[in-house]
């Protein structure tokens, strides 16, 4: 069953959001090892493929409904933040703008009657709640650590552990 013409124009937008994080964590993984937060910069780029990966997800599913994928322009991300708290506070912020997102094209599956689309949005669902907790944790450690050189390096060593999710 081919989706609607207004699911097939929502997830291609939701691929460009994803690819849009992308780009972002890249942005963000490029200012982490400008400031030598290597730790940081290995995070920040394991979530920006993590991210394409969920652009490639829905780009394969909206062709194996017989759709198809439209490409647009991806916006500029920022590119300078103030320290790490800056970095993951922005990056919670961002995480909590696709949950939105997500929940609205599960809302648009579910008045559509899309049953396949509903079940398949689920794995992001989860997958937002997975990474906001994550998010989450780090602005935690940060706020405990406060500007401890030691807690901050500590940390930093924490992060260049983070394998490919």
């Not at 081919?2 to 691929?15: T, V």
């Not at 709640?129 to 500007?147: K, P, T």
């Amino acid at each position: 069953m081919i989706l609607s013409k207004k699911l097939e124009k929502a997830l291609n937008e939701q691929i460009n959001k994803e690819m849009y994080s992308a780009y972002l964590y890249l942005s963000m993984s490029a200012w982490a090892e400008s400031e030598n937060w290597r730790g940081a910069t290995h995070w920040f780029a394991t979530q920006a493929k993590e991210e394409v990966g969920h652009a490639m997800k829905i780009y394969r599913y909206v062709f194996e409904r017989g759709n198809r994928v439209t490409l647009e322009a991806i916006d500029q991300p920022k590119t300078e933040f103030k320290n790490l708290t800056d970095v993951f506070t922005r990056t919670l912020e961002h995480e909590k703008l696709v949950t939105t997102s997500i929940h609205e094209l599960v809302e648009m599956a579910a008045q559509e009657k899309d049953h396949a689309s509903s079940v398949f949005l689920q794995w992001f669902v989860t997958e937002q709640v997975e990474e906001e907790a994550n998010v989450s944790e780090m602005l935690a450690h940060l706020e405990r650590i406060g500007d401890s050189k030691q807690g901050l390096y500590m940390l930093d060593n924490v992060l260049s552990k983070r394998s490919a999710g």
